[in-house]
């Protein structure tokens, strides 16, 4: 008797085992799989971060970005090509180097903005000044011929190169609102000081080139230790840099007590003229709904600060990794995947426009746009965009991702289209249901985004692969789905700003001829 119960609980086990494993999806275990015992994401992120470098629009490493991507592609078997949508301005970086001559020499750390016009080969010498405080705009173009033959200063110098977690962690609590009260009074000054100079940060740099400035030397400081943020420059002819803020705020004490510093700026750069720009499409073609599609979607482009690893190197590591994946566990789905890598998010979304204005017959056939843009943490938040119905398919596609990587997700349904900020907001803007997968900070707003130290290192692989297989599995149900997902919008709720009732925002066409003014 006892012989028989032990042989009936045995196969009792193994039916509950065998009808455990029947429950399990093969595709999504053949995801997980692929994506814990053969992940590419570090040789992936080596070859764009470290090889290809900064993926600022117009420059020669945007098109090799291009091209290793559709190469990459290829040697996975997924069809992929470049697809031009408009041209920009060409520009190349070459060496920067700034060094103090006067009153004394040190080599100091900062680099030229993006699309700086060159020094001349040998640099220029120059004495530095600030701007003067100025009761209007007339007394501001009297001042101006005083930087003829000058490098002008045209930031504020910040009270304390302390980040503010590092003043609550150490300084007392009445130092601390000091500090603060004593920084706002200095920020409303110089706000106050541009205004009545009749100019702004795009149209100073231009009257002070105008002027005879002989180059401009700015610090827009990100709030932490070390980090500047690194854009573009203005100047036409002079060269515009940056410099991280102990340099700057040295340099400006100095032109404050008399001591008239001088620099010596090296800026080489190459001006390329009009050329071609792209978004890099792959994709793997639907066996029963071709015309129906799943998109991936992170932009490629980046600031040439650092190396665009945050922004948006992990979102394009997300989605090149997610399609290897789906084409080994998933080759023949039911609808088109397809991998939007997008040129010039950075200066208004212009690569993922154009996609939209130019392909209206895929948008129209969209099932989902999965897009991931802000930063290298795990995916922690996902909205339902506005579209009335997304929690009935977002929910049920949710479901099958493993409990590890949805537990730290909140989602907000039916949530609110977006006006910009990345490229979701352009197929929300045609009516196609797209999604942010957005992520965890890892002090993404001061620390990486836009700044010269978004590099490699400061890649969390762990998250970024938790981030390919939870992109891989939405692919997969997504394309599974019985139905094609609803569009019904929601109604938008009452602006706190105006009072009255959002409407859903309407497609923007893209700049195709940009940089050139």
Request: with cysteine.
């Amino acid at each position: 008797m006892i012989k028989k119960t032990s042989l009936l609980f045995t196969m009792l086990v193994v039916c509950s085992i065998s009808m455990l494993a029947q429950d399990k999806d093969a595709t999504i275990e053949a995801i997980i799989q692929e994506a814990n015992k053969n992940s590419q994401l570090e040789i992936l992120g080596h070859q764009l971060m470290d090889g290809i470098g900064p993926r600022l629009v117009g420059t020669p490493q945007m098109k090799n970005a291009h091209d290793w991507a559709i190469a990459k592609y290829k040697s996975w078997g997924i069809p992929a090509r470049n697809e031009q949508w408009g041209e920009w301005k060409g520009w190349e970086r070459g060496i920067t180097h700034i060094d103090m001559v006067h009153p004394r020499v040190q080599s100091l750390r900062g680099t030229q903005l993006a699309w700086s016009p060159s020094t001349p080969k040998k640099g220029v010498t120059a004495e530095l000044v600030v701007l003067p405080t100025v009761a209007d705009s007339l007394e501001f173009a009297n001042w101006l011929p005083n930087v003829k033959g000058k490098l002008v200063m045209i930031s504020m110098p910040q009270p304390t190169g302390r980040p503010d977690y590092n003043w609550e962690e150490f300084a007392t609590e009445k130092s601390f609102e000091k500090m603060k009260k004593e920084r706002d009074a200095q920020n409303d000054a110089w706000r106050e000081n541009m205004q009545n100079t009749g100019l702004n940060r795009r149209t100073l740099p231009v009257a002070l080139e105008d002027a005879g400035a002989v180059g401009i030397v700015a610090s827009y400081w990100s709030r932490g230790f070390g980090v500047n943020k690194i854009f573009g420059a203005y100047t036409k002819e002079i060269p515009t840099v940056d410099l991280e803020l102990e340099d700057y705020g040295m340099l400006y004490r100095l032109v404050a007590s008399g001591q008239k510093p001088e620099l010596h700026i090296v800026a080489k750069s190459k001006e390329l003229g009009k050329v071609p720009t792209f978004n890099t499409i792959a994709e793997i073609k639907g066996s029963e709904k071709p015309d129906e599609y799943v998109i991936l979607s992170a932009h490629f482009d980046s600031w040439d600060g650092g190396t665009g690893a945050t922004d948006n190197g992990t979102g394009t590591l997300v989605m090149m990794e997610a399609m290897r994946i789906l084409k080994k566990a998933y080759p023949n789905p039911k609808r088109t995947i397809l991998v939007g890598h997008w040129g010039s998010e950075e200066q208004g979304l212009n690569g993922s426009r154009a996609f939209v204005e130019d392909h209206p017959e895929i948008v129209a056939g969209v099932q989902a746009v999965f897009n991931q843009d802000n930063g290298t943490g795990r995916v922690v938040r996902i909205s339902g965009g506005g579209f009335l119905n997304s929690y009935d398919y977002l929910g049920k596609w949710l479901h099958e991702v493993p409990r590890e990587i949805t537990d730290e997700i909140e989602t907000t349904f039916p949530g609110t289209p977006a006006r910009g900020g990345s490229d979701y907001a352009s197929f929300q803007a045609a009516g196609a249901p797209a999604f942010s997968l957005s992520s965890l900070s890892w002090s993404y707003w001061n620390y990486t985004w836009h700044t010269n130290r978004d590099t490699y290192d400061k890649i969390i692989f762990d998250d970024v692969k938790n981030n390919a297989i939870l992109t891989a599995i939405l692919a997969y149900m997504a394309s599974e789905h019985p139905e094609k997902t609803s569009r019904e919008k929601a109604v938008l709720p009452i602006s706190s700003r105006t009072g009255e009732q959002l409407e859903w925002p309407t497609p923007r066409s893209p700049e195709r001829d940009g940089g050139q003014n």
